[in-house]
């Protein structure tokens, strides 16, 4: 391929990428940090220039400050936007409002205590704060700098994040010509009042376009607000996690400086400053994954992967230059900070890259609404910094700072990629089905006018593509093992069925239709229609919500409903079959193949020879399995190749119960089954009336019915590929915990 055909299909990718908002966005704040920093450093290069040094010296610490203040009293309410906003519906308006206000108040409430105490903590600043004038405009301009931070966070979680650059070129552009217009004026406080008056400003103009121009024709979808336990369990532990980052970035430049003397602090703070400036990709990336990921979580997982990959796509080139040519780009700052500093800025250049791996993972984390990774990766990050620094330096000077963080960032990267590592044995982007057979099944649906838009990860042994045709939109599924062309078989075999229910009135419009089926050499692939609405995981993202959605399954539970006796196919396949795989699962283990079998005898005890009601059940309910249409009312019902009659509906709303977003951490269903079977009642009162709803809601013991469920969702697993089978990470947090809590009564 010649040269000129690379650029020609590498500037194709480049502008299909820039067709998807994500992307967009992703591109739009990494170049707005970009030049924020050059412009930042002609700031104060003019400032050196048109000011006397002890000027610049109190003028900075004041803005320093007034940064630090702000960036305490905002509360990370910035990530809150960016996740919540994009959901919030026409609640976004007041959720913005709410935050500014609240924000503002603190940031400005810690100016004043600051003033207050000014002549405790920071007495040199008593020059130029001592006037009622400066010390209005500092408490002034400390809620204009938190506001800021939180104006660009709005814009970009409505979609506006090229008004977000615009706002903070403005800001910059005016700050440096009020900089050069207050010299002769100011000379004392000119640096300081180019920085506060331009703050103000860009913050009014700014409030203007997004309150009456943005936020207006956001979405007119019905207000969707977080409550305030959902806000304080999210904003709460984030915050914790913010800070550690601020601790990690600011208090080792102060280390370095009391372990080795202000020269050698001096070139690190350079070639830190520059440093920063790369970590700056990756951010700008994930602010983009957090704002238009969190209404379409079901792509979180791919989008996630392809900011990695960008943003090391635009980093490593970066970090090459700085290695490489480390002691000629210091060159120019003197002879001392090219000895110095070449070792400290190759190191600090090249910890980007598993950087980038820690700040994504952050990201990904926040849209999850996993806040104990959150915190626990930003918190870890930040002790293992500063501690390495505080062994390093002593030995070995301003590299050793450089080394810690370095060390540190790619230790936290290496437990991501682990962890990672375990969930993609199970989670793959395709399923085991070859690219081959993939490649056959599209260009068969491809004959018909169908067309790939993408691929859909999936935890089974089955390929999902989101198809469409100038017509509609479709899902293809490619099964080629076993087990796949069985749930292929007998998901079309449901939809089919349930589909020409009369009795199910209007209720089948919620279903996918089949449009086709159709065999291939040692594979099936199964078309069916795709409904459009929002994924159940980012619409119900309040309890209350979620219950309510629930009722949308009331109509199947209710088709053939009635009592009958179980009978001995019944406990087969409930029990027997299901209690023989995990049986082999666990295998090589004898305690546990016990285990198994005492929860056999438990379960087949409370089953046998008992009339129950049953019906139709879904067999996989969670909220991912529902769609929301854009008055919050379900409209589709998804994945129902494990429905089937003479079935316990009670199942379907208590694995519900078990697998709602947010309702007992992050833990996995076995450990909240685990935690629930060592209390004397599993369900709570709400529970148990909001199980009652399903036919047959009460005529289980709670115990009974909480290992039926784990049972049930574990050999759904089993079945789906073997990939559950071999995993030891996930037995290890799914299945033998609960079976060693298997009661022997």
């Given at each position: 391929?010649?040269?000129?055909?690379?650029?020609?299909?590498?500037?194709?990718?480049?502008?299909?990428?820039?067709?998807?908002?994500?992307?967009?966005?992703?591109?739009?704040?990494?170049?707005?940090?970009?030049?924020?920093?050059?412009?930042?450093?002609?700031?104060?290069?003019?400032?050196?220039?048109?000011?006397?040094?002890?000027?610049?010296?109190?003028?900075?610490?004041?803005?320093?400050?007034?940064?630090?203040?702000?960036?305490?009293?905002?509360?990370?309410?910035?990530?809150?936007?960016?996740?919540?906003?994009?959901?919030?519906?026409?609640?976004?308006?007041?959720?913005?409002?709410?935050?500014?206000?609240?924000?503002?108040?603190?940031?400005?409430?810690?100016?004043?205590?600051?003033?207050?105490?000014?002549?405790?903590?920071?007495?040199?600043?008593?020059?130029?704060?001592?006037?009622?004038?400066?010390?209005?405009?500092?408490?002034?301009?400390?809620?204009?700098?938190?506001?800021?931070?939180?104006?660009?966070?709005?814009?970009?979680?409505?979609?506006?994040?090229?008004?977000?650059?615009?706002?903070?070129?403005?800001?910059?552009?005016?700050?440096?010509?009020?900089?050069?217009?207050?010299?002769?004026?100011?000379?004392?406080?000119?640096?300081?009042?180019?920085?506060?008056?331009?703050?103000?400003?860009?913050?009014?103009?700014?409030?203007?376009?997004?309150?009456?121009?943005?936020?207006?024709?956001?979405?007119?979808?019905?207000?969707?607000?977080?409550?305030?336990?959902?806000?304080?369990?999210?904003?709460?532990?984030?915050?914790?996690?913010?800070?550690?980052?601020?601790?990690?970035?600011?208090?080792?430049?102060?280390?370095?400086?009391?372990?080795?003397?202000?020269?050698?602090?001096?070139?690190?703070?350079?070639?830190?400053?520059?440093?920063?400036?790369?970590?700056?990709?990756?951010?700008?990336?994930?602010?983009?994954?957090?704002?238009?990921?969190?209404?379409?979580?079901?792509?979180?997982?791919?989008?996630?992967?392809?900011?990695?990959?960008?943003?090391?796509?635009?980093?490593?080139?970066?970090?090459?230059?700085?290695?490489?040519?480390?002691?000629?780009?210091?060159?120019?700052?003197?002879?001392?900070?090219?000895?110095?500093?070449?070792?400290?800025?190759?190191?600090?250049a090249v910890s980007a890259l598993p950087g980038t791996v820690v700040t994504l993972t952050v990201s990904h984390a926040r849209v999850r609404r996993h806040m104990v990774t959150v915190t626990c990766t930003l918190g870890g990050l930040c002790v293992l910094a500063l501690g390495l620094t505080l062994l390093l330096v002593p030995r070995m000077g301003i590299v050793g700072a450089a080394l810690a963080w370095f060390l540190s960032q790619t230790a936290v990267a290496a437990m991501i990629g682990i962890e990672r590592g375990t969930r993609r044995m199970i989670r793959s982007p395709r399923g085991p089905v070859p690219a081959a057979v993939r490649a056959r099944a599209l260009r068969t649906a491809g004959a018909a006018g169908w067309r790939l838009e993408r691929q859909v990860p999936t935890a089974s042994d089955t390929a999902v593509l989101l198809l469409s045709s100038e017509r509609q939109a479709a899902v293809l599924k490619v099964a080629t093992t076993k087990e796949g062309i069985a749930a292929l078989t007998r998901e079309r075999q449901v939809l089919s069925q349930l589909r020409s229910e009369d009795r199910l009135g209007p209720w089948r419009d919620m279903l996918p239709t089949v449009l086709d089926a159709f065999e291939l050499p040692g594979a099936v692939a199964l078309l069916t229609s795709r409904i459009d609405g929002r994924d159940g995981r980012s619409a119900l993202v309040d309890r209350r919500d979620a219950l309510a959605a629930a009722a949308a399954i009331a109509p199947l539970h209710g088709l053939d409903s009635g009592q009958f006796p179980v009978d001995e196919q019944l406990l087969r396949r409930w029990v027997r079959d299901p209690v023989a795989r995990l049986r082999a699962a666990v295998a090589s283990n004898a305690r546990l193949v016990d285990d198994a079998s005492r929860l056999e005898a438990l379960l087949h005890g409370h089953l046998a020879h008992r009339t129950l009601t049953l019906g139709w059940a879904h067999g996989d309910f969670h909220t991912g399995n529902l769609l929301l249409d854009g008055r919050g009312a379900v409209c589709g019902v998804l994945d129902t190749g494990q429905a089937q009659d003479r079935d316990l509906p009670v199942l379907d709303l208590a694995h519900w119960l078990l697998t709602l977003p947010g309702a007992e951490g992050r833990r996995q269903l076995g450990a909240r089954v685990t935690a629930r079977l060592g209390t004397a009642e599993c369900w709570s009162e709400d529970e148990i009336r909001f199980l009652s709803l399903a036919p047959g809601g009460g005529e289980l013991p709670g115990s009974v019915l909480l290992l039926l469920c784990w049972l049930r969702h574990v050999d759904t697993n089993l079945i789906k590929s073997d990939r559950y089978r071999t995993n030891m990470i996930w037995l290890r947090r799914n299945v033998i915990p609960v079976l060693r809590k298997v009661p022997h009564e």
């Open positions: 391929m010649s040269a000129a055909q690379t650029l020609v299909q590498a500037r194709y990718r480049f502008m299909s990428r820039l067709a998807q908002p994500v992307y967009r966005s992703g591109y739009t704040l990494v170049l707005n940090s970009t030049v924020t920093a050059v412009v930042g450093v002609g700031f104060w290069l003019l400032a050196a220039r048109r000011y006397s040094a002890a000027a610049v010296g109190r003028n900075s610490a004041a803005l320093s400050a007034m940064m630090l203040l702000a960036g305490i009293a905002q509360l990370n309410l910035m990530s809150s936007l960016l996740r919540f906003v994009p959901t919030a519906g026409r609640g976004a308006r007041r959720m913005v409002a709410l935050s500014y206000l609240v924000a503002g108040t603190l940031s400005a409430a810690a100016a004043v205590a600051f003033l207050a105490g000014l002549h405790i903590w920071a007495p040199a600043l008593s020059p130029l704060l001592r006037t009622p004038a400066t010390a209005v405009s500092f408490v002034v301009a400390t809620a204009a700098c938190c506001v800021l931070v939180l104006q660009t966070s709005a814009f970009v979680a409505v979609g506006r994040a090229g008004s977000a650059t615009v706002a903070n070129q403005a800001f910059n552009v005016l700050k440096v010509l009020l900089l050069y217009g207050f010299a002769a004026a100011l000379p004392d406080s000119g640096v300081y009042f180019s920085w506060v008056t331009s703050s103000a400003l860009v913050v009014v103009l700014g409030a203007w376009v997004l309150f009456r121009r943005a936020l207006p024709t956001f979405s007119q979808e019905p207000s969707n607000i977080p409550t305030l336990p959902d806000l304080t369990r999210f904003a709460g532990p984030d915050y914790v996690a913010s800070l550690s980052w601020i601790a990690a970035t600011t208090v080792v430049p102060i280390l370095v400086l009391n372990l080795t003397g202000a020269e050698h602090a001096a070139v690190f703070a350079l070639v830190w400053s520059v440093c920063l400036v790369l970590y700056g990709v990756p951010e700008a990336f994930g602010q983009a994954l957090v704002a238009h990921t969190s209404r379409e979580p079901a792509r979180l997982d791919e989008r996630h992967g392809q900011l990695v990959r960008s943003s090391l796509a635009l980093l490593t080139p970066a970090v090459a230059v700085l290695a490489l040519f480390a002691p000629l780009l210091l060159h120019p700052f003197g002879s001392w900070y090219a000895t110095q500093g070449t070792g400290t800025l190759r190191l600090l």
